[in-house]
């Protein structure tokens, strides 16, 4: 499949140069008849029977297992969560941080990480988005860093493994703006976490938690799903590896709908996307402030000149869609695999006519 087939998938480029993949991707044709599929499946035969049952249980399968293999984990090393904050908050709540506990983050971080960390109970201890900074804020009573491996201000990326390596600490890793966008391991990382509705341009409110070893983490939170077998107590035998922590019933139709979203996805994805961002920040810095650096993630950038938000309507306006950072005077670019130099030029002359 070459780039014009693979960006031909997605309706909404007709209308507008969609680079806020940051926040939500566009979604492909069969991304969304494979949903209305399986939810027509569900209208004309009901959601009951022994064959309804079988045929999610085995979408969830098959989806921990496609995630497995994207990020380099084992199958059994997968949670199906709804989100990057709910698979923040297993993670968190399982390690029963205790007020004396330290935790590491950044000032760069997504309130998707930041509130689970304030709601552990821990002390929060906000380093700057630098690999020496992070180090230098471990004290004795660190028990864990908690990092965005691709920050979702600037699209700077942390070298989570080796922070991991260097620390000697476990490491949580939001991987909101990595996986599906840069190449992403999995492996030497403790937890990491997926958002399925951004670069991977899957449904809303899915997602996944990758736990390196999942017997080691207690599962605080309990769905259904957490269990192999329960007392009338509500004492339970847990379920094999990271299903233990799958956070709740996700519907059918999501799950088709992330496995056609990962159909979709070309091989050379990761390659396209890295070229398109650069060309995007050569492009940006001849006409504004760009802020992020060369060589890093999808995400690009700039100061903006006079109100951000009002900016961005009215690159919304002339048909680019991109977003601000509230509280930073930055507006912000994605650019995925399905972007072409036409979106990147058509956000240059909106940027000129805007301003």
Same mark, same amino acid.
């Given at each position: 499949?070459?780039?014009?087939?693979?960006?031909?998938?997605?309706?909404?480029?007709?209308?507008?140069?969609?680079?806020?993949? +940051? &926040?939500?991707?566009?979604?492909?044709?069969? &991304?969304?008849?494979?949903?209305?599929?399986?939810?027509?499946?569900?209208?004309?035969?009901?959601?009951?029977?022994?064959?309804?049952f079988a045929e999610t249980i085995a979408l969830r399968d098959e989806l921990r297992a496609r995630i497995?293999?994207?990020?380099?984990?084992?199958?059994?090393?997968?949670?199906?969560?709804?989100?990057?904050?709910?698979?923040?908050?297993?993670?968190?709540?399982?390690?029963?941080?205790?007020?004396?506990?330290?935790?590491?983050?950044?000032?760069?971080?997504?309130?998707?990480? =930041?509130?689970? =960390?304030?709601?552990?109970?821990?002390?929060?201890?906000?380093?700057?988005?630098?690999?020496?900074?992070?180090?230098?804020?471990? $004290?004795?009573?660190?028990?864990?860093?908690?990092?965005?491996?691709? =920050?979702? $201000?600037?699209?700077?990326?942390?070298?989570?493994?080796?922070?991991?390596?260097?620390?000697?600490?476990?490491?949580?890793?939001?991987?909101?703006?990595? @996986?599906?966008?840069?190449?992403?391991?999995? %492996? /030497?990382?403790?937890?990491? $976490?997926?958002? !399925?509705?951004?670069?991977?341009?899957?449904?809303? %409110?899915?997602?996944?938690?990758?736990?390196?070893?999942?017997?080691?983490?207690?599962?605080?939170?309990?769905?259904?799903?957490?269990?192999?077998?329960?007392?009338?107590?509500?004492?339970?035998?847990?379920?094999? +590896?990271? !299903?233990?922590?799958?956070?709740?019933?996700?519907?059918?139709?999501?799950l088709a709908g992330l496995l056609a979203a990962l159909d979709a996805r070309p091989e050379w994805a990761?390659?396209?996307?890295?070229?398109?961002?650069?060309?995007?920040?050569?492009?940006?810095?001849?006409?504004?402030?760009? @802020?992020?650096?060369?060589?890093?993630?999808?995400?690009?950038?700039?100061?903006?000149?006079?109100?951000? %938000?009002? &900016?961005?309507?009215?690159?919304?306006?002339?048909?680019?869609?991109?977003?601000?950072?509230?509280?930073?005077?930055?507006i912000r670019a994605s650019c995925g695999w399905w972007t072409s130099e036409e979106d990147i030029a058509?956000?240059?002359?909106?940027? /000129?006519?805007?301003?």
């Amino acid at each position: 499949m070459d780039f014009a087939q693979a960006r031909a998938q997605f309706p909404v480029f007709e209308r507008y140069a969609y680079l806020n993949a +940051g &926040t939500f991707g566009p979604l492909a044709r069969a &991304t969304v008849e494979a949903m209305e599929a399986r939810q027509r499946r569900d209208l004309e035969q009901g959601r009951s029977g022994p064959d309804f049952f079988a045929e999610t249980i085995a979408l969830r399968d098959e989806l921990r297992a496609r995630i497995a293999a994207l990020v380099g984990a084992e199958p059994a090393q997968v949670a199906l969560t709804c989100s990057t904050t709910d698979g923040c908050n297993i993670v968190l709540a399982g390690l029963g941080l205790q007020p004396e506990d330290e935790v590491v983050t950044t000032s760069d971080e997504h309130f998707g990480l =930041l509130g689970p =960390l304030h709601a552990s109970g821990a002390r929060v201890v906000v380093a700057a988005p630098e690999p020496e900074a992070i180090l230098a804020a471990v $004290t004795p009573r660190t028990k864990l860093l908690a990092l965005s491996q691709v =920050l979702w $201000t600037d699209g700077r990326i942390l070298p989570v493994a080796e922070l991991r390596d260097r620390s000697g600490l476990p490491v949580l890793v939001d991987g909101a703006q990595s @996986v599906g966008a840069i190449p992403v391991a999995a %492996t /030497g990382l403790d937890f990491l $976490t997926v958002s !399925a509705q951004k670069w991977l341009c899957g449904p809303d %409110t899915i997602g996944a938690l990758v736990v390196r070893e999942p017997e080691r983490l207690r599962v605080d939170q309990p769905s259904y799903f957490a269990q192999k077998s329960f007392q009338p107590d509500g004492g339970f035998e847990p379920r094999p +590896g990271a !299903a233990r922590f799958d956070s709740q019933w996700i519907s059918p139709a999501s799950l088709a709908g992330l496995l056609a979203a990962l159909d979709a996805r070309p091989e050379w994805a990761a390659d396209r996307a890295a070229a398109m961002s650069g060309l995007c920040r050569t492009e940006l810095a001849q006409r504004v402030d760009v @802020v992020s650096a060369p060589g890093q993630g999808t995400l690009v950038s700039w100061r903006a000149e006079g109100d951000p %938000t009002k &900016t961005v309507k009215r690159l919304f306006e002339q048909g680019v869609v991109a977003r601000d950072i509230p509280g930073r005077n930055l507006i912000r670019a994605s650019c995925g695999w399905w972007t072409s130099e036409e979106d990147i030029a058509r956000l240059g002359e909106a940027l /000129g006519e805007s301003g």
